[in-house]
Nanobody, 119 residues
């Protein structure tokens, strides 16, 4: 199992940047495929970006492509999400999640970190 703790959220003006971190417990973090999701008020949860365990594949939702960057440091058991050029539409709770296999569900979730963007 893995436990996930997000940090780095906050209030930022439109056009600003934030860097979210997700720290994982456990010695097998490097074997997990990781994802960042978000949920805006009144909306469903949306996959924002995902990265494979060995970083050979990265995916971005169209809504964030070119603005957000996902990365991971397996030595630090941490996955990151760099958010640039933020807009009020990016306001949401951001969650990181982990799964064992590429066809598996995301079974492990963090508690989320709030991102608020003022116009």
């Amino acid at each position: 199992q893995v436990q996930l703790v997000e940090s780095g959220g906050g209030l930022v003006q439109a056009g600003g940047s934030l860097r979210l971190s997700c720290a994982a417990s456990g010695r097998t973090f490097s074997s997990y495929h990781m994802g960042w999701f978000r949920q805006a008020p009144g909306k469903g949860r949306e996959l924002v970006a995902r990265i494979t365990s060995n970083v050979d594949s990265i995916y971005y939702a169209d809504s964030v492509k070119g603005r957000f960057t996902i990365s991971r440091d397996n030595a630090k058991n941490t996955v990151y999400l760099q958010l640039n050029c933020l807009t009020p539409e990016d306001k949401a709770i951001y969650y990181c999640a982990a799964r064992n296999g590429l066809r598996s569900n995301y079974d492990y979730w963090g508690q989320g970190t709030q991102v608020t963007v003022s116009s």
